[in-house]
């Protein structure tokens, strides 16, 4: 008997959750989800700590008027943690009980790469409907231009520089500055053109201490200052192992290391910030509602665009090269 192709049932409730390290904007776009959501004659559920919750049960409604005044604050409302149980298929399918006990047809995930990866399981599993909204200051997920957190780590870690050049150039001093990016150097590339940096160190290019002692040595016949920025994930080691191995070499300078650690994830999101995350609350709800499922919501060149999971998860997203071309014409 030939069967009619079926067509997906209308989402009437959506859970939300935000997953891995918060990020500045995660708030606005866990408002632009339930707001968008409700305008739409939709019902939507906070999910708290994550996978976690989804697993054990942490789950409260939301309204309009529980997402007021959070536009401009740092951090997630839902809060984020790690799940092991939900690494596991018996874990995933009491996420799954939970959603129907609560009536949720349909999730958004507000992550990075990890958060991704874990819905797209759950998706192949289950069939839930999943979108994904990027939320990570290392904007380092590839199908977008930036993520939701990045422009304000970024310009976090460029005032912290701006001040420590300014006691830099009073004493003299070669300053190592790290800032956060496990495996992604963006905040070090941008905050190292942005604020001036002589010299950047990032996981994705291999630099080693003979290149830096070279920049150093053409930087020190015209500077009485020098500010080297390294991503935490260099594989020479941080900035103390840097400065350790500089200072060993070059004993004569005047070395001070300053890292800059969680205060780059925190403070109020920038507008680049947070228009990004309203138009991505607004797109991941709308196409949940026009029947997408298993995609990512980034910005590319500007516009708004879903990009399906697989295209995504695992795809290593390649520095900007003409930064770096730029940061060495511009620290002569």
Known sequence: MNMAPTTPAPVGHIGILTSGGDAPGMNAAIRAVVRTAHYYGMQVSGIMEGYKGLVQDAIRPLGVRDVSNIIQRGGTILRSARSKAFLTAEGRAAAKRNMELHGMDALVVIGGDGTFKGASVFHQEHGVPVIGITGTIDNDINGTDTTIGFDTATNTAMEL????????????????????????????????????????????????????????????????????????????????????????????????????????????????????????????????????????????????????????????????????????????
């Open 161 to 332: 520089v701006d001040r420590i050049r300014d006691t830099a150039s009073s004493h003299d001093r070669l300053f190592f500055v790290e800032v956060m990016g496990r495996t992604a150097g963006a905040i070090a590339l941008h905050c190292g053109v942005a604020a001036g940096a002589e010299f950047v160190m990032v996981p994705e290019r291999k630099q080693g201490i003979d290149e830096l002692i070279g920049a150093l040595e053409r930087a020190a016949k015209t500077k009485s200052s020098v500010i080297v920025i390294v991503a935490e994930g260099d594989e020479e080691g941080g900035a103390y192992d840097v400065a350790r191995k500089v200072k060993a070499r070059f004993s004569h300078y005047d070395t001070r290391v300053s890292v800059l650690g969680h205060v780059q994830r925190g403070g109020n999101p920038t507008v680049a910030d947070r228009l990004l995350a309203s138009r991505s609350g607004v797109m991941a709800v709308e196409a949940l509602r026009a029947g997408g499922k298993n995609l990512m919501v980034g910005q590319l060149n500007g516009t708004m665009m879903l990009t399906p999971f697989e295209e995504v998860i695992g795809k290593a997203k390649p520095l900007e090269a003409d930064l770096l071309r730029i940061l060495g014409i511009l620290s002569i």
